[in-house]
């Protein structure tokens, strides 16, 4: 249960004690009485409130390259925390567990924003990372959070499928270092059968609005077979990230396995994603990767000598071959990354509170 009541972030009261949410690119127009699409904003009286604020579903010890980031302080780690439910409600979620949980549905504990602080730096964690479940529509919580972790020194980035209005984005922007976003498909199709009536784009605007602010992002495509596998949409996918956020852009095309209420969909195959990764070089990215396939395709190349200028196995950084100044040791050519590279291992650590 909610411990304190907290009033929502962005939203505008209507006739007949009615409120219209302007959080998510949905807009929700909530009754008295009644709960928006995420079911964690709640209208009470004519005032929309937070029913999560606070509430912490699941927290742990991450490396920076779970989320992933390969291009962001490599090697770091994160303080990874998450609430309950999502504005999307998509049939392949991994964390459908939290996702499609509400408020009433699952335990929570709770946490003052400076607990989540405290528990970072205790962990020398030099990020808090909002993920699991989609970071949205934890909305006020994580900006009270990341203003606090900002004032630290600490780092705050968002593990997002980026359905937010650029009101959000702009809110959140000073605050938020990096965002780890998902861009499902290049499909109206795929987002209104797959997510639950959500649209394309919506997401694109907001992923500009981050790039725009100065937010480092990297993208994520999962590819789903027979659904936004073909290689003309990939195509048109590499072309937006390169025309609109740039070539230096890190885009991870991810493996699918099945899950959730898509047992019946076959994982993808490995000449897919190669397929893929091959089409976004052809079109002019620099740094593209395979998720989900351990050794396939995870190394950070130089786009000038094609040297491994970072090489990973898994979520562990086995080698870096950067200058001081983050140019390729071999050419001297300078690589985008924010932050430090280190090499790192996190497969044998141990935090006991996880």
Known sequence: MQKNRVEARLYEKLSGNQVRCNLCPR?????????GFCEVRENQGGTLYTLVYGQVSSMAVDPI????????WPGSATFSIATLSCNLRCIFCQNWQLAHSGPDSAFTSYAEPREIVSLAQRYRCESISYTYNE??????????VAKLAK???LLNVLVTNAYITEDGVSELAPYVDAAAADLKAFTDRFYQKLCHGAHLQPVLDAL?????RDIHVEIINLIIP?????PDETRKLCRWVRDNLGPDTPLHFSRFFPHYQMVNTPPTPLKTLMRARTIAQEEGLHYVFVGNAPGLAEDTLCPNCG????RRYGFDVVEVNLTEDNACKFCQHPIPIRGRARSSSFSHRFYPFI
Not at 208 to 212: C, S
Not at 226 to 230: F, L, T
């Open 307 to 310: 040297q491994p200028v970072i």
């Open 27 to 35: 807009r929700c127009i909530i009754p008295d009485g009644g709960r």
């Open 226 to 230: 027979g659904w936004n596998d073909s």
């Open 151 to 153: 004032q630290s020194g």
């Open 65 to 72: 390259e779970k989320k992933p980031l390969f291009h962001f």
């Open 135 to 144: 970071p949205v529509i934890w909305f006020e919580y994580i900006l009270d």
């Open 208 to 212: 500009v609005a981050m790039k725009e």
